[in-house]
């Protein structure tokens, strides 16, 4: 008996996905904001860069290892048939790229293609960006830097 309550999603590389994946540091409430913007233009049919946020420098240095950017590049350039043969491809033991690979897409910057019994991870943005911006803290309301 069907369930009433199940809708099929999309296949990920169905999805319409932006082409740009913008990486930030922001205020969860800043980020919440942004999210919610983001979702109203949708509904317009406006489509944004879609945006991962992390409220601290700290947060994107632990997501983003040297050996991660590696495998997202990798990724970029060519989707793998298999984490087996990303590992092969990137010179990497199996349980470390997979390792890797699940914490990318608990972000949703990896997405995975079920294909038998392989999953074959993709990225499917043209672009990553990373946004820091760094800004001098405001004391005692001063507006203007002292002289």
Not at 62 to 67: A, S, V
Not at 102 to 118: F, M, N, T
């Amino acid at each position: 008996m069907p369930d009433d309550n199940h809708t099929d999603m999309p296949a990920p590389e169905d999805m319409n996905f932006p082409d740009t994946l913008r990486v930030t540091i922001a205020s969860a409430e800043d980020a919440f904001d942004e999210a919610v913007e983001a979702a109203g233009a949708a509904e317009d049919g406006e489509q944004r860069d879609a945006v991962v946020s992390f409220e601290t420098a700290e947060g994107i240095r632990k997501l983003l290892t040297d050996r991660r950017l590696e495998l997202l590049r990798s990724l970029m350039g060519r989707p793998a048939e298999s984490i087996t043969e990303l590992a092969d491809r990137l010179g990497r033991s199996y349980s470390a790229v997979h390792e890797d690979v699940e914490v990318l897409a608990e972000y949703g910057i990896v997405q995975y293609r079920e294909a038998g019994q392989a999953k074959q991870p993709f990225v499917p943005y043209e672009t990553i960006e990373f946004d820091v911006t760094i800004r001098a803290p405001l004391t005692g309301g001063d507006t203007e830097a002292p002289v």
